[in-house]
C-alpha cells in the first residue's frame, strides 16, 4: 500500500510539475512577445542624434551622438539630454532607423535636469513613426525589470538590460534619479528607459559613471512630463530660481535645507528646511523644481526651529538656455558663467563677483593668451561684467590689456592666480540660438 500510494502522489506531483512548467512555458512565451512588441515600437519612435558645434561654452565639446525619442508626432518634438544636443548653438541632425538624416532645431534646454526638446520638420517624419509613450506618475518600483534602448558604441537601435536599483536625489548628476544595473553607454544618453512590465517610458538615459559596475542613472519620465507639457501649451517651462544654495542629509535623505542666501530679499532663512511647495511634499531639488515649474507665485511650507511656517513668494524663472549668448573676439568665446549652468555652489566659489569668463578658444590670434575658465577680472584697467557693456567698449579697438584670474589645484588645494595679456581684436560678434 505504501508503494502503492507513493506512486499515487509521484504520479500528482509529476501533474503538478507538468502544469507548473507548461505554466512557465506560457509565461516565458507571452513575455517574450511582449518585449518583442515592446522593441518594435521603439525602433519606430527612438532616433539617432548627432551634432556639431562651432563654438562650445564652457561645458561642451566640438560635437557628439546620443539617443533621441519622438514626442509629438504634430508639432514634430524630441525629447533627448541636453549633454547630446549641446549647450551650445549646434547643428543636429536626427535619424529614424532606415532613414535620411532630418534637421533638427534646439527649441529648449534646461541644465538642470539634463533635458532637452529638439524640433523637426513633422513633414520629414516617416508615416511609420509614432509617439514613445511616457508613464508622467511617479510610479517606479526599485526591482522592476527594464531595458534601455539606443545606439551604444555606435551599435544603433540595440536594447541592455537590467533592473531599478534605487531611487533618489544624485548629487553627482544634480537631479533626481533612477538608479540601474542596466547598462548605459556612450550612445545611450538620451534615449528611452523602459519598464518592460508596461512598455512605458519612465526614465532618459543619462549617464554610467566610469570604472564601475551597474552603476548608471535615468532621469526619471514624472519630471519630463511636467516640462514638456508646459512647453507644449506654450508656458515656460524652466525652473524658478530660489536664489539659494542646499545642504543635504544623505542619511535622511533630504536636500533642502537652507545653506545659503544669495538674495538679500529672500523669505528663506539658513537652516530653513524646506518640506512642501504649491501643496506636494519635496525632499530634493529637482522635486521642489518640478512642484514649481509654470508657476511664478509659489507657495511653500518650511520648517524653521522645529515649527512650520508658510511662505508665500514671488519668484523668476531660470529661463532656457536657448536664451543665452556669448561674445566672439578673435578665436574666443566670452560669456557670464565659470561652470556649467546652474551650478550654483562651483559659480559660489569660482566667480562669485559674476565676471565675464572665457569659454572656449580656437586656434587664432588669441590662442595661448586666453584660456578656458579665464576669470575677466579687468580690460584695460575697466571692470565690465556686462557682455553689451564688453563690445561696446572693444568695437572700435585694435588690442587690449585683459587682467585674468585662474584657479588652479595643487596639493588638493584651490589656488587662484591673475596674469595680463595683450590680445589683438578681430571678428567682434555676438553669438546666439537661432531665434
Known amino acids: 500500500k505504501k508503494r502503492k500510494n507513493l506512486g499515487g502522489i509521484n504520479n500528482k506531483l509529476k501533474k503538478l510539475l507538468g502544469i507548473l512548467v507548461l505554466g512557465l512555458l506560457w509565461c516565458n512565451v507571452g513575455f517574450a512577445v511582449s518585449l518583442e512588441s515592446i522593441l518594435e515600437k521603439a525602433n519606430l519612435y527612438t532616433v539617432v542624434i548627432n551634432n556639431s558645434i562651432e563654438k562650445p561654452f564652457i561645458e561642451d565639446e566640438y560635437g557628439g551622438s546620443g539617443t533621441g525619442f519622438l514626442v509629438d508626432k504634430k508639432k514634430g518634438l524630441i525629447i533627448t539630454n541636453a549633454h547630446v544636443s549641446g549647450h551650445s548653438p549646434a547643428f543636429n541632425e536626427i535619424n529614424f532607423k532606415n532613414q535620411e ?106 549617464f554610467g559613471l566610469e570604472d564601475t559596475e551597474g552603476l548608471n542613472f535615468a532621469l526619471p519620465s514624472h519630471h519630463v512630463c511636467k516640462v514638456l507639457s508646459l512647453f507644449q501649451k506654450g508656458k515656460d517651462p524652466s525652473p524658478l530660481n530660489f536664489n539659494v544654495l542646499f545642504a543635504s542629509d544623505d542619511r535622511l535623505r533630504e536636500h533642502l535645507l537652507v ?28 522635486a521642489l523644481s518640478t512642484a514649481t515649474r509654470g508657476n511664478n507665485k509659489v507657495e511653500l511650507v518650511v520648517l524653521r526651529n522645529g515649527k512650520k511656517i508658510n511662505i508665500n513668494t514671488q519668484l523668476k524663472t531660470k529661463g532656457s538656455l ?75 579697438k585694435k588690442q587690449a590689456e585683459f587682467f585674468l584670474r585662474r584657479a588652479s589645484f595643487f596639493n588638493d588645494k584651490i589656488v587662484f592666480y591673475d596674469r595680463y595679456e595683450k590680445v589683438k581684436i578681430e571678428d567682434l560678434k555676438f553669438l546666439e540660438f537661432d531665434k
Open 101 to 206: 538624416p532630418i534637421p533638427a532645431k534646439q527649441v529648449y534646454i534646461d541644465a538642470e535636469l539634463d533635458l532637452a526638446i529638439l524640433k523637426i520638420d513633422p513633414a520629414l517624419i516617416p508615416a511609420e513613426a509614432i509617439e514613445g509613450k511616457m508613464e508622467c506618475s511617479f510610479n517606479y518600483k526599485q526591482g522592476a525589470n527594464t531595458v534601455a534602448f539606443g545606439h551604444p558604441y555606435g551599435r544603433n537601435f540595440t536594447i541592455t538590460r537590467g533592473i531599478i536599483s534605487g531611487i533618489d536625489y544624485a548629487k553627482l548628476a544634480g537631479f533626481e534619479a533612477i538608479q540601474t544595473d542596466t547598462p548605459i553607454n556612450p550612445g545611450n544618453s538620451g534615449g528611452p528607459f523602459i519598464d518592460i512590465a508596461t512598455g512605458l517610458i519612465i526614465g532618459i538615459s543619462s
Open 259 to 286: 545653506s545659503e542666501v544669495l538674495d538679500n530679499n529672500s523669505q528663506l532663512k539658513i537652516s530653513d528646511n524646506i518640506v512642501e511647495a504649491n501643496g506636494i511634499k519635496v525632499t530634493n531639488p529637482t
Open 322 to 396: 536657448t536664451k543665452r549668448r556669448g561674445l566672439v573676439l578673435s578665436n574666443a568665446l566670452i560669456s557670464n558663467k565659470f561652470s556649467s549652468n546652474y551650478s550654483g555652489i562651483s559659480e559660489q566659489i569660482f566667480n562669485s563677483q559674476k565676471h565675464l569668463v572665457v569659454q572656449s578658444v580656437e586656434a587664432g590670434v588669441a590662442s595661448g593668451k586666453l584660456r578656458n575658465r579665464d576669470i575677466i577680472m579687468y580690460v584695460d584697467g575697466k571692470k565690465i561684467k556686462d557682455l553689451d557693456d564688453l563690445y561696446a567698449y572693444l568695437n572700435n
